[in-house]
């Protein structure tokens, strides 16, 4: 069965970093991309960021480019978010989920759609 697990949310200030990880089980990194989603509350879920680790292409959302960072472990089969000079506005629940890798770098977004979620991390940015 495939399965992710995300950790690593906490509060913390404006400014400072945090490293969500996303634990996936029942396939390799190569037979899936791992996007990170979050949702804020009273909006709607959002594409952070992908990573198509069978090519090594990516996706990041405008509002973290040049702040988040994804990467892969492929021997421990987890993806990470390394969020630095984190802000407010990144305050939501953050996801990780596997999509299809075609295209990731385009085709991102349209999976914060997916119907199926995990229990998510929390990230509180206060300022």
């Known amino acids: 069965e495939v399965q992710v697990s995300e950790s690593g949310g906490g509060s913390v200030q404006a400014g400072e970093s945090l490293r969500l990880t996303c634990a996936a089980s029942g396939f390799t990194l190569d037979d899936y991309a791992i996007g990170w989603f979050r949702q804020a509350p009273g909006k709607q879920r959002q594409a952070v960021s992908c990573?198509?680790?069978?090519?090594?292409?990516?996706y990041y959302a405008d509002s973290v480019k040049g702040r988040f960072t994804i990467s892969n472990d492929n021997a421990k089969n987890t993806v990470y978010l390394q969020m630095d000079n984190l802000k407010p506005e990144d305050t939501a629940v953050y996801y990780c989920?596997?999509?299809?890798?075609?295209?990731?770098?385009?085709?991102?977004?349209?999976?914060?759609?997916?119907?199926?979620w995990g229990q998510g991390t929390l990230v509180t940015v206060s300022s």
């Open positions: 989920a596997a999509v299809p890798a075609l295209a990731i770098e385009t085709s991102c977004p349209r999976y914060s759609y997916l119907e199926r």
């Open positions: 990573l198509s680790s069978r090519d090594g292409h990516t």
